[in-house]
Nanobody, 121 residues
Framework: QVQLVESGGGLVQTGGSLTLSCAAS????????MGWFRQAPGKEREFVSS??????????DYADSVKGRFTLSRDNAKNTVYLIMNSLKPQDTAVYYC????????????WGQGTQVTVSS
């Protein structure tokens, strides 16, 4: 089992910044993908960013809507992944979730409880 706990959400004005944290505990995967997703009211959950680590090395991906504004970083010693969000827009308002899967598994296996991000105009 893996436990994921997100934190760092809140209310911010347009153009502001927030940093979300996702702390992982429990089972450790040698090769994994850790992702950030978000879900706005009345919309489907969408991909935001992910970090992959496996035999072929490491890779970070971003959705086009957040490229250049969001940055994913890690603190391996703390088993924590951060989503640094700059130049926030009202359309970034959503509940943000982190999730993790083994790299050989197609669907994310463990999810956090989510943290609310609200960007006011």
């Amino acid at each position: 089992q893996v436990q994921l706990v997100e934190s760092g959400g809140g209310l911010v004005q347009t153009g502001g910044s927030l940093t979300l944290s996702c702390a992982a505990s429990g089972r450790i995967f040698r090769s994994y993908v850790m992702g950030w997703f978000r879900q706005a009211p009345g919309k489907e959950r969408e991909f935001v960013s992910s970090f992959s680590f496996g035999l072929n090395g490491a890779r970070t991906d971003y959705a086009d809507s957040v490229k250049g504004r969001f940055t994913l970083s890690r603190d391996n010693a703390k088993n924590t992944v951060y989503l640094i969000m700059n130049s926030l827009k009202p359309q970034d308002t959503a509940v943000y979730y982190c999730a993790v899967r083994r790299i050989a598994v197609s669907s994310y296996e463990y999810w956090g409880q989510g943290t609310q991000v609200t960007v006011s105009s």
